[in-house]
T-cell receptor
Framework: KQEVTQIPAALSVPEGENLVLNCSFTDSAIYNLQWFRQDPGKGLTSLLL?????REQTSGRLNASLDKSSGRSTLYIAASQPGDSATYLCAVDLMNRDDKIIFGKGTRLHILP | EADIYQTPRYLVIGTGKKITLECSQTMGHDKMYWYQQDPGMELHLIHY???????EKGDLSSESTVSRIRTEHFPLTLESARPSHTSQYLC??????????FGQGTRLTVV
């Protein structure tokens, strides 16, 4: 059974710092991995999608990497801002009969002004 | 820009009432999902669909039911609401193997 783990569960850093969020998954048979952002009480906003054949994707200050063989992904946030405070979730799209999306529990990020 | 919509955004309803949460997408996506999320907690998949007339139960047992009569529409129904159903319900859609998009969610409170 595919399990998705995110470390750390919570993180507080001063504004301006660069930071890395981690995601690991147990089964490398995936179509893609997606990073989302969720603000309190809201839905999820897609940040980056990495297809299984890709190594990384970038969008502005965000860079996501994927190492499928080791079952790991990282989300790098450069020059963090208070507006980056949110919960960040990673999700994998399974390459199996079920073909469903499995989420990690998320990392709650707080950027200190 | 994601074109997936959930209504209502907020719903307070009495115990025993029947409710239907609506989810519609205009992107022609074949896959649709319902997740349940309590405040500050993880998402749990409760239902998903591969396409019209396809529905599957998710990882978390739920007393709700779903239907997929049209590609764009994936409503979730609770026949008799209970306080234990109080939660946020999130709908998502995707084309197979591509990016998933979420609606804004429905926050349900059963009193």
């Amino acid at each position: 059974k595919q399990e998705v783990t995110q470390i750390p569960a919570a993180l507080s850093v001063p504004e301006g710092e660069n930071l890395v969020l981690n995601c690991s998954f147990t089964d490398s048979a995936i179509y893609n991995l997606q990073w989302f952002r969720q603000d309190p009480g809201k839905g999820l906003t897609s940040l980056l999608l990495i297809q299984s054949s890709q190594r990384e994707q970038t969008s502005g200050r965000l860079n996501a990497s994927l190492d499928k063989s080791s079952g790991r992904s990282t989300l790098y946030i450069a020059a963090s801002q208070p507006g980056d405070s949110a919960t960040y979730l990673c999700a994998v799209d399974l390459m199996n009969r079920d073909d469903k999306i499995i989420f990690g529990k998320g990392t709650r990020l707080h950027i200190l002004p | 820009e994601a074109d997936i919509y959930q209504t209502p955004r907020y719903l307070v309803i009495g115990t025993g009432k029947k409710i239907t949460l609506e989810c519609s997408q205009t992107m022609g996506h074949d896959k649709m999902y319902w997740y349940q999320q309590d405040p500050g907690m993880e998402l749990h998949l409760i239902h998903y669909s591969y396409g019209v007339n396809s529905t599957e139960k998710g990882d978390l047992s739920s007393e709700s039911t779903v239907s997929r009569i049209r590609t764009e529409h994936f409503p979730l129904t609770l026949e008799s609401a209970r306080p234990s159903h109080t939660s946020q319900y999130l709908c998502a859609s995707s084309l197979s193997k591509t990016e998933a998009f979420f609606g804004q969610g429905t926050r349900l409170t059963v009193v």
